[in-house]
């Protein structure tokens, strides 16, 4: 609709106005706030008013003139001469970007910027503000530079592409260059996008794409030792075991049979479309009326042989996640497969079923592929709304390929062989399955599986070296991720 309106085709209207005690809302056209915002922005006002006094026109003509002033300050790179400082550096133009970027996060506590912990946004932001992408007026805070990101990876995972959006000093030709001269060998900045205003990584995300490394001996039968350890040993004096040397080589030797692959194929597959995964997040703050989400499709590669050991690819595209969500999703499938419950189990832990203790696999496996942006590179495609870049990470796929090899699959890799993380959380579940008993060829859930938020339960453990006693993944107590 056109901005301007003949005077002939507005007829004049009497609109109520919203009169109080104090203040009486003006009607007069103006490009500036109503009367009754200006009261309450002085503390005139403990309550915001209505500004019904003003017509439509009025309104979009503030409405437009506000937008245009904002767009002029960025386009002009917010030169606008102020009072400074004596030792102030002169003002850069800024501009919003996309930052396309990948990192391996087997060091890092987390995407997010936390406090007394080392995030990939703490070590992103000081190389953006050392590299001189962010000016020293704005280096004090990300909130400056209005820095999102399209998804929040935990503590030690991965991510081969990532997207942040902010606003930033970009005259530098060799500004991506530096910044990675800045940064630690295991974040790496691919390139940046020019985007609108209006653009923010995370809202604009339409999905995200996960992929899973798994090696498949977590899928072989149960360990009769330790199913002996937990029926014969009292649960406050159990201990986590070690694997014997030749125990653990041939768990590497071993070879998933078609039957087990095809069950691991169908279970995934139920995970795709609309389903209500509040079992398989924290429940703090969690109801049936924010935790439905939507699955595009959850694919299963072919076994791979890497280092001797097999291993199987899982990729998830959803429109988004919870919390620890495809980290419980793959930590059911493996229990499921592993006691040959029925697949009909899962259909009872979607939607208003009971509340029950999802196991949550390793982190360590864990990858972001990259978020989505169809939505926004649709009207790229149509130069709609002044959108004229799509954000892609196709220019930068061979780099990031082999950043994905070295940094994160061989990170995985070499880590699984050195540590054997997920015979470790295997045997976790083996030796304390008091929180696991729905997991059973039945598929019958019993009273003493069912969790009560808030409740306070625990199932503390100790391993063989003499560990302190460990909390499990109980969710209303794993906030450490949060």
């Not at 004596?86 to 987390?110: D, M, W, Y």
């Not at 125990?247 to 389903?275: I, N």
């Not at 999703?329 to 189990?345: D, H, K, N, W, Y």
């Not at 954000?391 to 994905?404: A, H, L, R």
Request: aromatic share 8%.
């Amino acid at each position: 609709m056109s901005e301007t309106i003949k005077q002939e085709d507005q007829a004049p209207v009497e609109l109520p106005v919203s009169i109080d005690q104090d203040t009486a809302v003006d009607a007069t056209p103006t490009d500036t706030p109503p009367a009754d915002v200006k009261a309450e922005e002085a503390g005139q006002g403990s309550k915001k008013r209505s500004n019904r006094g003003q017509t439509c026109r009025e309104r979009r003509e503030f409405a437009t003139n506000k937008r245009r002033a904002r767009q002029q300050e960025d386009d002009e790179g917010e030169s606008t001469p102020r009072v400074k400082s004596e030792n102030s550096e002169p003002r850069k133009p800024k501009r919003r970007v996309a930052l396309l970027l990948g990192f391996c996060g087997t060091e890092f506590q987390g995407m997010q910027v936390n406090p007394n912990a080392r995030t990939i946004e703490g070590d992103l932001f000081t190389a953006l503000c050392e590299a001189g992408a962010v000016s020293a007026e704005n280096a004090t805070s990300q909130q400056k530079v209005q820095l999102q990101r399209a998804a929040r990876t935990d503590k030690g995972v991965h991510a081969a592409g990532q997207v942040v959006s902010l606003k930033m000093i970009v005259d530098d030709p060799d500004i991506v260059e530096k910044v990675n001269a800045q940064l630690p060998d295991q974040i790496r900045v691919w390139g940046y996008v020019r985007v609108v205003q209006s653009f923010n990584a995370k809202t604009m995300c339409d999905s995200r794409v996960y992929e899973y490394l798994l090696p498949t001996y977590v899928l072989m039968e149960p360990s009769a030792s330790n199913m002996l350890l937990a029926q014969t040993v009292p649960f406050e004096e159990r201990r986590m075991p070690e694997t014997k040397a030749e125990d653990m080589k041939a768990k590497r030797e071993f070879r998933v049979s078609p039957e087990k692959l095809q069950f691991v194929r169908d279970a995934f597959a139920k995970y795709k479309g609309t389903h209500d995964f509040r079992n398989f997040t924290v429940t703090r703050g969690c109801t049936e009326t924010n935790s439905k989400r939507h699955m595009h499709w959850f694919e299963v590669s072919d076994p791979m042989i890497i280092d001797g050991s097999e291993w199987l690819s899982l990729k998830v595209k959803g429109q988004s996640f919870m919390l620890h969500q495809i980290r419980k999703m793959v930590g059911l499938v493996i229990l499921m497969t592993r006691s040959g419950a029925p697949l009909e189990l899962m259909d009872a832990l979607f939607g208003k079923g009971p509340r029950v203790n999802v196991p949550k696999a390793p982190s360590l496996g864990l990858l972001l592929e990259s978020p989505v942006f169809d939505g926004y590179n649709s009207r790229a495609d149509k130069q709609v709304q002044g959108v004229t870049n799509p954000v892609t990470f196709e220019p930068y796929q061979k780099t990031m390929d082999e950043f994905k090899q070295r940094f994160i699959y061989d990170a995985i890799i070499r880590t699984e062989m050195a540590e054997s993380v997920f015979d470790g959380w295997v045997s976790s579940t083996e030796v304390f399955p008091e929180q696991y008993t729905y997991i059973n060829k039945e598929g019958v859930i019993p009273e003493s599986a069912i969790v009560v938020p808030g409740s306070g339960r625990r199932f503390p453990f100790k391993s063989a070296a003499g560990d302190q006693a460990a909390e499990s993944s109980e969710d209303e107590l794993d906030s450490k991720d949060n």
